[in-house]
């Protein structure tokens, strides 16, 4: 690849992360397509060359404002997520009281072992995490090393927070 194109290509690379990063989208481009263009100083049009995934990490109701107050109660939601193993689901069960967690329970889908494995230590630690903590305050990343899991779970805690909404 002549020198003066790769400024071109790593700037559309650039600019497809940031667009993944704001929307949660993961953007595959096929890597000899990305390259003819850049050599031609064209942006990619063919759709081919460009992939968009399922959005499972996106609640299927409206985000809850962060302000929010919510009905004391039980509520449960499954959330889904995407592993390297495909599409995985996890039911969350919390209890509301005050606008405060007061418990957590998990029920776990893992579709095969790996995916079993990492949501039953998901299980084993959430209540830690979360439990104690403001609704509108908890927003999960990782526990007991179970990334992919936190996604699946904070997508079932939008459903929640939508149904518990005052």
Excluded at 47 to 69: I, M
Excluded at 76 to 90: F, H, L, Q, V
Aim: aromatic share 4%.
């Amino acid at each position: 690849m002549p020198l003066q194109n790769q400024p071109k290509l790593i700037g559309l690379v650039v600019v497809a992360l940031l667009v993944a990063a704001g929307t949660g989208t993961v953007i595959w481009m096929n890597r000899n397509d990305a390259s003819s263009n850049a050599s031609s100083g064209n942006t990619p049009t063919d759709t081919s060359a460009l992939t968009q995934s399922s959005p499972t990490t996106a609640p299927s109701s409206t985000p809850v404002p962060s302000t929010a107050t919510y009905k004391d109660g039980t509520y449960s939601a499954d959330g889904t997520y995407r592993s390297p193993g495909g599409n995985e689901k996890i039911g969350v069960t919390l209890t509301i009281a005050s606008g405060t967690i007061s418990d957590v329970s998990i029920k776990t889908y893992g579709s095969g072992s790996d995916a079993e494995e990492y949501q039953a230590q998901f299980k084993d630690g959430i209540s830690a995490v979360v439990v104690g903590k403001k609704v509108n305050d908890v927003s999960v990343s990782r526990v007991s090393g179970s990334s992919l899991t936190s996604t699946g779970f904070n997508n079932a805690l939008e459903i929640i927070k939508s149904d518990a909404q005052a």
